[in-house]
């Protein structure tokens, strides 16, 4: 057998072994700050530990299976922020929905769940959320693996044009944008994206987070989050030299039929960290969604070197 035959057959084991359910999953809460907090976990304490930051609209129930498949041999939390999932989900009038508030919820939650090192697994608003924690707190970063998770220019689709005159006046756009980021096409079309397999996607991905945005209240909350979303786009340079000064093992997975954020978005990684694995994948914006085995693979090989 030569070396590619080897590699391939290596390959082969690693994704036998993480397609199997392989972990239980436990759902729990803790108070923050009065906002209850739900979140899931996996696996022991005393393993490397991912916390796993979700995307829009979704929660932490994007990383289940994920969780279920890893949680054999590493530590896997993932909570849900304020105003998603089964977290509380008090009004803007109540709560200060920002991705800078997020960051200190989540925080806050590491701390009362007593995880004190961690990788970063961020998808989508968990990349504003996820980098915000690591310029604050850089010393509880172990490495870095962004699914979809933009923090570069180039890596904004064309929708992103429709967000901008929200953000340059609130009150002409807000009835328009809050409209369509509610509605089912688009919410559908946020799973779909480009990927001419269809067929392949479990309507319930779309199903249930359209009854989740459409919950009494989640419209005011949604909004405050699009019209912050601009302080993400500020924030990109500050991220990306956080990135290049600290050189940590860093994994980039992404789908390559995300309308979102384009694969420009992940080849962008390396300007800033040369040694990081780029993994593009023939899916989503949310890649879990059909490609659920490659990503657990993906993470496993990543996850390695923090078990030695």
Request: proline share 6%; no cysteine; charged share 20%.
């Given at each position: 057998?030569?070396?590619?035959?080897?590699?391939?057959?290596?390959a082969?084991?690693?994704?036998?072994?993480?397609?199997?359910?392989?972990?239980?999953?436990?759902y729990?809460?803790?108070?923050?700050?009065g906002?209850?907090?739900?979140?899931?976990?996996a696996?022991?304490?005393?393993?490397?530990?991912?916390?796993?930051l979700?995307?829009?609209?979704?929660s932490?129930?994007m990383?289940?299976?994920?969780?279920?498949?890893?949680?054999?041999?590493?530590h896997?939390?993932?909570?849900d922020?304020?105003?998603?999932?089964?977290?509380?989900?008090?009004?803007?009038?109540?709560?200060?929905?920002?991705?800078?508030?997020?960051?200190?919820?989540?925080?806050?939650?590491?701390?009362?769940?007593?995880?004190?090192?961690?990788?970063?697994?961020?998808?989508?608003?968990?990349?504003?959320?996820?980098?915000?924690?690591?310029?604050?707190?850089?010393?509880?970063?172990?490495?870095?693996?962004?699914?979809?998770?933009?923090?570069y220019?180039?890596?904004?689709?064309?929708?992103?044009?429709?967000?901008?005159?929200?953000?340059?006046?609130?009150?002409?756009?807000?009835?328009?944008?809050?409209?369509?980021h509610?509605s089912?096409?688009v919410?559908?079309?946020?799973?779909?994206g480009s990927?001419?397999?269809?067929?392949?996607?479990?309507?319930?991905?779309?199903?249930?987070?359209y009854?989740y945005l459409?919950r009494?209240?989640?419209?005011?909350?949604?909004?405050?989050?699009?019209?912050?979303y601009r302080?993400?786009?500020?924030?990109?340079?500050?991220?990306?030299?956080?990135?290049?000064?600290?050189?940590?093992?860093?994994?980039?997975v992404w789908?390559?039929?995300?309308?979102?954020?384009?694969?420009?978005?992940?080849?962008?990684f390396?300007?800033?960290?040369?040694?990081?694995?780029?993994?593009?994948?023939?899916?989503?914006?949310f890649?879990?969604?059909?490609?659920?085995d490659?990503?657990?693979?993906?993470?496993?090989?990543?996850?390695r070197?923090?078990?030695r």
């Amino acid at each position: 057998m030569n070396a590619q035959q080897i590699a391939a057959a290596a390959a082969l084991a690693i994704t036998a072994s993480t397609s199997a359910i392989a972990a239980p999953v436990v759902y729990r809460h803790v108070t923050i700050d009065g906002v209850n907090i739900a979140y899931r976990e996996a696996g022991s304490p005393d393993k490397p530990t991912l916390l796993l930051l979700h995307g829009v609209p979704s929660s932490s129930r994007m990383y289940d299976g994920l969780m279920r498949k890893l949680g054999d041999r590493y530590h896997l939390i993932a909570p849900d922020y304020p105003g998603f999932g089964n977290s509380d989900a008090p009004s803007p009038a109540e709560f200060v929905y920002t991705f800078e508030h997020l960051s200190e919820v989540m925080h806050k939650f590491t701390d009362a769940v007593g995880v004190r090192r961690y990788v970063l697994f961020m998808q989508d608003y968990g990349a504003p959320v996820g980098m915000r924690m690591a310029v604050r707190r850089p010393d509880a970063i172990q490495g870095t693996i962004f699914q979809n998770g933009n923090v570069y220019e180039e890596g904004l689709g064309a929708l992103w044009a429709a967000r901008k005159p929200f953000w340059s006046d609130r009150a002409a756009h807000e009835e328009k944008v809050r409209a369509a980021h509610l509605s089912l096409a688009v919410t559908k079309n946020r799973h779909l994206g480009s990927d001419p397999d269809v067929e392949a996607y479990d309507p319930d991905l779309w199903m249930d987070e359209y009854a989740y945005l459409n919950r009494p209240g989640q419209a005011a909350i949604q909004s405050e989050l699009i019209y912050d979303y601009r302080h993400n786009l500020a924030a990109y340079p500050q991220w990306q030299q956080w990135l290049a000064a600290h050189q940590l093992p860093t994994l980039v997975v992404w789908g390559r039929h995300d309308l979102a954020f384009t694969v420009a978005g992940a080849q962008a990684f390396k300007r800033d960290v040369p040694q990081a694995r780029i993994a593009i994948l023939d899916a989503g914006h949310f890649a879990m969604d059909t490609r659920l085995d490659e990503v657990a693979t993906l993470t496993d090989q990543y996850m390695r070197a923090f078990k030695r």
